[in-house]
């Protein structure tokens, strides 16, 4: 959504000033909220591409769910620039160097381009997401900053000049040096803290050949990290593309009336859903009743299971999906049509999508049992390995509290089998499963840590 602001942002000559102040410690650029000197005179907008997002509210210290977060409409392309193109996107990825915004990023970070736009990862949980756009041979990036691990946040801008690099990536050429200068802040419309990036390394033959996949909980994000939209909404399968990872889990319940949806816990409650006039175990009410009176906890439908895979099919570039199964009663003869539906109709357009009948139970596996032919159908089986060559599984998924699981894997890997484990959600934790297994991938909270792990290798 242009509003006509220039796009003459000149880090060099406009944060001289900051600069100046930065080096003389007397800009506290630590992650955690402060009271940050001002830029200079507000009306210098040109001056960051990213105050055209003026409307983006920031977030708050506190640990509020209400907190104000960046929306869809302010995650935008700078005004005045074109799209880069494909070959300009692979040129910058890659790991680049920290040296302004160390304290908040770390000494390097990981760039990586996705369906919508570009993410910048560090291995302490900060994380950007830029949309990119180029004019005059210098490239713009405009968007937001959080911090994964609590509601803090806020505007980032940042500019490659043409000398530092912009040339030569517009021309599909690998340059001597990338450079990215910028700034993010955490006050409205501030951007008082230094981002400078330099190109080290591009990513290793080994990570660039991986097929490792980082999968996302909750359909891409828990309602307790603060998004604009719900858990297990299309709407979250929307917004999270941006995050980078390859697929999501998702958890599937069935109404009274036999219609599969997406929603986690068992009953309607103030966590999940605003008030409305169902409350309850939410199994117990039919579909119409669910889609017409239920809303979740940021006003959206809860969606049908067959809505939910036909958005992935048409409108993500998701390759794999996990149905997290809350139930066992007969909903494998409700879900699994759906499923096979939905893999047949992606195959036709030529999708690369696996989507597997997630069996965490007994229950669910007697269920799943009960289903003519169950071998041939798609599943990924969460108990033993025994239990996954029953089913004839075409994954894994152990938890990662189990250990590493490394005799386990290899039997899997020698069935031609899949193993993702879940859910890793620290750096220790990560880095250790990373280096002494060889996971397929791991299901996580935070895609944006595991991205960084994974691509640094």
């Not at 506190?62 to 869809?72: L, V, Y």
């Not at 949980?125 to 041979?137: H, I, P, T």
């Not at 195959?347 to 007697?366: A, S, W, Y």
């Not at 990924?380 to 189990?402: F, I, K, Y």
Request: proline share 5%; glycine share 10%; net charge negative.
């Amino acid at each position: 959504m242009g509003l006509g602001i220039e796009c003459s942002f000149n880090p060099e000559e406009e944060l001289r000033p900051l600069r100046s102040r930065y080096q003389e410690g007397n800009v506290d650029v630590h992650r955690y909220c402060t009271n940050p000197p001002n830029l200079p005179d507000p009306r210098h907008q040109a001056v960051f591409v990213g105050a055209a997002c003026c409307a983006l509210v920031l977030f708050s210290c506190e640990k509020d769910p209400d907190a104000p977060i960046p929306t869809t409409a302010q995650y935008t392309i700078p005004s005045g620039t074109t799209a880069l193109s494909s070959a300009s996107e692979e040129v910058l990825e890659g790991i680049y160097t920290v040296t302004d915004g160390s304290l908040d990023l770390g000494d390097q970070v990981v760039l990586k381009f996705n369906k919508e736009g570009l993410t910048i990862d560090s291995g302490n949980g900060n994380y950007f997401c830029l949309k990119a756009g180029e004019r005059d041979s210098e490239i713009f990036f405009q968007g937001y900053w959080r911090y994964a691990f609590a509601y803090e946040g806020g505007l980032a801008s940042a500019r490659i000049k043409k000398e530092e690099g912009g040339s030569d990536i517009l021309a599909g050429k690998a340059p001597g040096r990338i450079i990215i200068r910028g700034a993010y802040g955490q006050e409205a419309g501030t951007q008082d803290q230094l981002m400078t990036l330099s190109f080290s390394r591009r990513f290793s033959d080994a990570v660039k050949n991986s097929r490792f996949m980082i999968l996302a909980n909750f359909g891409g994000g828990r309602n307790s990290d603060g998004f604009p939209v719900s858990q297990n909404s299309i709407e979250m399968l929307q917004f999270a593309q941006r995050f980078g990872h390859m697929g999501v889990e998702v958890d599937i319940r069935v109404s009274k009336d036999g219609v599969p949806f997406l929603y986690h816990d068992a009953t309607i409650d103030d966590k999940a859903c605003r008030d409305g006039p169902l409350d309850g175990p939410i199994d117990d009410y039919t579909w119409e009743e669910i889609s017409s009176s239920v809303r979740l906890i940021r006003g959206e439908k809860i969606p049908s299971l067959e809505d939910a895979l036909s958005f992935i099919v048409d409108s993500t570039d998701m390759e794999f999906v996990w149905l997290d199964m809350k139930v066992g009663d007969n909903a494998a003869a409700r879900v699994i049509p759906i499923q096979m539906k939905t893999l047949a109709r992606a195959k036709e357009l030529g999708r690369n999508l696996r989507i597997v009948f997630g069996v965490p139970t007994q229950q669910v596996m007697d269920d799943f049992t009960s289903y003519p032919g169950y071998a041939d159908i798609p599943s990924l089986c969460e108990m033993t390995v025994d239990d996954v060559l029953e089913l004839n599984a075409a994954a894994w998924g152990p938890q990662s509290t189990r250990g590493l699981q490394v005799d386990g894997l290899k039997k899997i890997h020698d069935k031609g089998k899949i193993g993702i484990t879940w859910s890793l959600d620290d750096s220790r934790t990560i880095e250790k499963f990373l280096n002494e297994t060889n996971f397929d991938g791991f299901l996580t909270d935070y895609p944006c840590l595991v991205a960084y792990h994974h691509y640094i290798r």
